[in-house]
């Protein structure tokens, strides 16, 4: 099974704009490698199932979902402005906008969990995180009412709506860790 996250800028082309493309994901913050330690392996595979049992336990303790705006790296001539020479700088990151903690179940009648774009003081909450924290991409379903607002795009819906939750069906290995 392949899983990939994806961020592309906008950008023209000669028949017109290329929208930008920001995919939403779930990403370790706790800090324990053993929640993102490599790729997503075979699915009957015993290293799966140890993922999915640490995923599972630090649900509401280490993994935030969050949309990867932008992965970069840093240029080589800018680390020593930057940083010590004793620092291990990391070679991969990414600017991530988060949404809020998973509640402490999923919702009764869907049995998805329901999140909203993170805030703090007035402003959307982003950080800059290791790209190996990242664990695999979600897909989160909008939640907006009767009526779709019609100036919603695909590239700015997840800016626009402020809930939605997470698709727990959409593959066997979400399912397992959302159960």
Known sequence: MLDSVHARPQASSGSGLWPRHSDTALVNISGNPDVASGGIE???????????????SHLNLGVHVGQVQVIFSLPSKSLPLLFLPTVEVPNHLAY????????????????????????????????????????????????FGAIVPQEWTSDTVLDNCDTFWLNSYIDRYTFCIFK
């Open 42 to 56: 075979g699915m009957f595979s015993h290293h799966y199932l140890l993922r999915i049992e640490s995923l599972t």
């Open 96 to 143: 991530i906008k988060w949404f809020t903690p998973f509640p402490s179940a999923p919702n009764q009648h869907y049995r998805l969990y329901k999140l909203s774009q993170a805030f703090c003081g007035g402003e959307k909450l982003v950080s800059i995180m290791l790209l190996a924290n990242i664990v695999c991409s979600v897909h989160l379903i909008l939640n």
